[in-house]
């Protein structure tokens, strides 16, 4: 058996709403495993693991590309809906999101990877559902 510490943290007005908070936080993002080891798909490519908001942050991150005009604006709210837990709105901006980042390429404007934006679009894709 192991054992791990692990400190949460969570806002609200009651210790109860913070604890839910808390736990909500940790469940759409519970991190990484301390020995994380890299995952190969068949073909021995690295599997990337991403999370809504490591999409969405990527997308802001790479908001001066041409491709992500919209798309920047979108994320952004996405980015505030999680961050308040407001998971109804989330779905519906995420949605936005999607539809306006068909033209995202790797290229000379945009500081992400093929890889990274093929695992960026799978995963909020993944999240309308």
């Not at 990877?113 to 679009?121: A, F, H, L, P, V």
Request: glycine residues 4%; negative net charge; contains cysteine.
């Amino acid at each position: 058996m192991y054992e791990f510490e692990i400190t949460i943290r969570g806002d609200g007005d009651t210790p109860d709403e913070a604890w839910q908070n808390a736990c909500m936080a940790l469940a759409m993002d519970p991190g990484s495993t301390p020995d994380e080891h890299l995952e190969l798909d068949d073909n021995d490519e690295p599997i990337i693991k991403m999370t809504v908001e490591k999409a969405l942050r990527l997308i802001i991150a790479n908001k001066q590309c041409p491709a992500l005009n919209n798309c920047y604006n979108y994320a952004r709210l996405a980015h505030v809906y999680l961050r308040d837990r407001q998971l109804a709105d989330l779905r519906t901006q995420l949605l936005y999101v999607v539809n306006n980042m068909t033209n995202w390429r790797a290229g000379s404007t945009t500081t992400a990877t093929k890889e990274q934006i093929k695992e960026c679009r799978r995963v909020l894709k993944e999240a309308c559902k």
